[in-house]
């Protein structure tokens, strides 16, 4: 368009034109050509074949009665993507929490970015079959030698001038589909990083679920070591009451004061596990450690600090969300919906596809370059249509000699590939064993929480009566601080059961795959 619009003459303009013209028509035939090429040749390589997920139709562990594995998969997966919003009956704080996380948590932010990283790869790689067209242009003067002939001699001083502009043009066909795996390959790729950020979520979710759930059972903990330091405070007052008055020996005010300071020596640690939470806490929401402490700890003992209730009986707000059973997936759909599973299963098609990428180096390579331009001593004529130049060269290039090279690295990535099966089944194993242990892990936390809840109610009682009888000289003091330190004991692990069983849940929720949903990621080009 340029060239016609700065034409100078009729005569010349149609050279230009005629020029143009000619030139069009011989690159559009190559292209053509190239096309019909292209369309005609199916890539090399070998084609992808989704490898089939060998579960079992049934989960070995026994499940409780308030859990059921659904014959159609069939657990609720928008409830199961947010299940930290209803388990336990919905603790506002762990939601807050867990939303702030996933909103703000630097391991996110870098698998987004890594997400990022693979949608722009894409697109470069994807220009690998398109041509590429360069505009150049300069001027030089020169004066050749008078010795060569080329020059009259005393005309050495004149210099000679020449002035270019134009378009050079490469293409090289896609003719073996190289381009077109690599193209494959990246949009696995991208479908890769895509799981591996939904995985993050899970894990994000899940990790602070479980400082959570050990914040709130050191609390307890804490709860629990103060209310018995109050009762054996008690018992000290009374025995050096006792010992005033001459009811007992310094042995029993000795023994009780002992006590009291081992139960108060559980304290700091449990206060230390607190704080420690906190700060994992607050790291994961994307602040400094200490930034949540506050919020976490100011206040006194209630429910809303209390650990997150698990189900019992039917009662359960289920994996899926709905209350009632506890609805588990099949294995074969839980695998299905497990993000780490989906990305193993995408990295084994990034890996077959690089094996044509590798592959198409074994044919030859064809290829177009092409320039057009006008060159003149003048300026004044630059667009003359007499000072128009062109060329075009249709090329190929075969590396016949290259000692193996070629083969050892189709070696390679089918070495690769095989490696990507692997991991994908081993990933599918680990999937249905981490889903089997924590179903067996939550039923036994269970089980033991309600025999030591049991355990507590009884020694309460003899605590009572063992007190009771002290008072009235029926019983030693031996027996008093024996019942009391086995409270104390019992309660710890009452406490400490209930908020291990509630780690199994967390680890349960995140086996099942739950934290992520379709709208939290776009969906991939090559998908």
Same mark, same amino acid.
């Given at each position: 368009?340029?060239?016609?619009?700065?034409?100078?003459?009729?005569?010349?303009? @149609?050279?230009?034109?005629?020029?143009?013209?000619?030139?069009?028509?011989?690159?559009?035939?190559?292209?053509?050509?190239?096309?019909?090429?292209?369309?005609?040749?199916?890539?090399?390589?070998?084609?992808?074949?989704?490898?089939?997920?060998?579960?079992?139709?049934?989960?070995?562990?026994?499940?409780?009665?308030?859990?059921?594995?659904?014959?159609?998969?069939?657990?609720?997966?928008?409830?199961?993507?947010?299940?930290?919003?209803?388990?336990?009956?919905?603790?506002?704080?762990?939601?807050?929490?867990?939303?702030?996380?996933?909103?703000?948590?630097?391991?996110?932010?870098?698998?987004?970015?890594?997400?990022?990283?693979?949608?722009?790869?894409?697109?470069?790689?994807?220009?690998?079959?398109?041509?590429?067209?360069?505009?150049?242009?300069?001027?030089?003067?020169?004066?050749?030698?008078?010795?060569?002939?080329?020059?009259?001699?005393?005309?050495?001083?004149?210099?000679?001038?020449?002035?270019?502009?134009?378009?050079?043009?490469?293409?090289?066909?896609?003719?073996?589909?190289?381009? =077109?795996?690599?193209?494959?390959?990246?949009?696995?790729?991208?479908?890769?990083?895509?799981?591996?950020?939904?995985?993050?979520?899970?894990?994000?979710?899940?990790?602070?679920?479980?400082?959570?759930?050990?914040?709130?059972?050191?609390?307890?903990?804490?709860?629990?070591?103060?209310?018995?330091?109050?009762?054996?405070?008690?018992?000290?007052?009374?025995?050096?009451?006792?010992?005033?008055?001459?009811?007992?020996?310094?042995?029993?005010?000795?023994?009780?004061?002992?006590?009291?300071?081992?139960? =108060?020596?559980?304290?700091?640690?449990?206060?230390?596990?607190? =704080?420690?939470?906190?700060?994992?806490?607050?790291?994961?929401?994307?602040?400094?450690?200490?930034?949540?402490?506050?919020?976490?700890?100011?206040?006194?003992?209630?429910?809303?600090?209390? !650990?997150?209730?698990?189900?019992? @009986?039917?009662?359960?707000?289920?994996?899926?969300?709905?209350? @009632?059973?506890?609805?588990?997936?099949?294995?074969?759909?839980?695998?299905?919906?497990?993000?780490?599973?989906?990305?193993?299963?995408?990295?084994?098609?990034?890996?077959?596809?690089?094996?044509?990428?590798?592959?198409?180096?074994?044919?030859?390579?064809?290829?177009?370059?092409?320039?057009?331009?006008?060159?003149?001593?003048?300026?004044?004529?630059?667009?003359?249509?007499?000072?128009?130049?062109?060329?075009?060269?249709?090329?190929?290039?075969?590396?016949?000699?290259?000692?193996?090279?070629? =083969?050892?690295?189709?070696?390679?990535?089918?070495?690769?590939?095989?490696?990507?099966?692997?991991?994908?089944?081993?990933?599918?194993?680990?999937?249905?064993?981490? &889903?089997?242990?924590?179903? &067996?892990?939550?039923?036994?936390?269970?089980?033991?929480?309600?025999?030591?809840?049991?355990?507590?109610?009884?020694?309460?009682?003899?605590?009572?009566?063992?007190?009771?009888?002290?008072?009235?000289?029926?019983?030693?003091? !031996?027996?008093?601080?024996?019942?009391?330190?086995?409270?104390?004991?019992?309660?710890?692990?009452?406490?400490?059961?209930?908020?291990?069983?509630?780690?199994?849940?967390?680890?349960?929720?995140?086996?099942?795959?739950?934290?992520?949903?379709?709208?939290?990621?776009?969906?991939?080009?090559?998908?």
């Amino acid at each position: 368009m340029a060239m016609k619009a700065m034409a100078v003459s009729g005569g010349r303009m @149609g050279g230009v034109r005629l020029m143009t013209r000619v030139s069009s028509a011989a690159v559009l035939l190559v292209l053509a050509a190239g096309s019909v090429v292209l369309t005609g040749c199916k890539a090399v390589g070998p084609e992808y074949v989704e490898p089939k997920t060998v579960a079992p139709e049934a989960w070995a562990s026994p499940m409780p009665a308030w859990m059921t594995a659904a014959p159609d998969g069939g657990a609720d997966g928008a409830g199961l993507a947010r299940w930290w919003t209803q388990w336990g009956g919905g603790d506002a704080t762990l939601a807050s929490l867990v939303t702030r996380a996933l909103e703000s948590n630097l391991d996110l932010r870098l698998a987004m970015e890594r997400l990022t990283e693979a949608r722009v790869a894409r697109g470069l790689v994807a220009a690998g079959d398109k041509p590429t067209v360069d505009a150049n242009g300069g001027y030089s003067r020169s004066a050749p030698s008078e010795t060569t002939g080329q020059t009259p001699k005393g005309d050495f001083g004149e210099g000679r001038d020449l002035f270019q502009i134009g378009l050079d043009a490469r293409w090289e066909l896609d003719v073996w589909g190289r381009t =077109r795996r690599a193209v494959e390959a990246a949009d696995a790729d991208i479908a890769q990083a895509t799981w591996l950020m939904r995985d993050v979520r899970v894990m994000i979710a899940a990790e602070v679920a479980r400082n959570y759930v050990e914040l709130r059972t050191a609390q307890q903990r804490v709860a629990i070591a103060r209310q018995n330091v109050e009762s054996q405070q008690q018992t000290l007052d009374l025995t050096e009451n006792r010992l005033r008055a001459g009811l007992t020996s310094e042995l029993d005010v000795t023994r009780a004061r002992s006590q009291l300071a081992t139960t =108060r020596a559980a304290i700091p640690d449990f206060e230390a596990q607190i =704080r420690t939470s906190a700060y994992a806490l607050s790291v994961l929401t994307g602040q400094v450690p200490g930034a949540l402490v506050e919020e976490l700890t100011a206040g006194p003992m209630d429910a809303k600090r209390a !650990i997150p209730a698990l189900p019992m @009986g039917d009662v359960s707000a289920g994996a899926g969300g709905g209350g @009632g059973k506890l609805v588990l997936a099949v294995p074969t759909e839980v695998v299905r919906q497990r993000a780490d599973v989906r990305a193993a299963e995408r990295a084994i098609a990034s890996a077959t596809a690089r094996i044509g990428v590798a592959t198409a180096e074994l044919y030859p390579s064809f290829g177009l370059s092409g320039a057009i331009g006008l060159a003149t001593k003048n300026l004044g004529e630059m667009f003359d249509g007499n000072s128009r130049v062109w060329s075009i060269a249709p090329g190929v290039s075969w590396n016949v000699l290259d000692f193996g090279r070629i =083969r050892a690295n189709i070696g390679v990535q089918e070495a690769r590939a095989a490696q990507a099966l692997t991991a994908y089944e081993a990933s599918v194993l680990g999937a249905l064993r981490e &889903v089997d242990t924590a179903i &067996v892990q939550v039923q036994s936390g269970q089980q033991r929480t309600a025999i030591l809840g049991e355990a507590v109610a009884a020694q309460q009682r003899a605590v009572d009566l063992a007190t009771k009888l002290y008072r009235e000289g029926l019983a030693d003091f !031996i027996s008093v601080l024996d019942t009391q330190r086995q409270l104390f004991l019992l309660q710890d692990q009452a406490v400490a059961s209930e908020g291990g069983t509630a780690l199994s849940m967390v680890q349960l929720y995140k086996a099942l795959g739950g934290g992520w949903e379709e709208s939290q990621a776009v969906t991939n080009p090559g998908q």
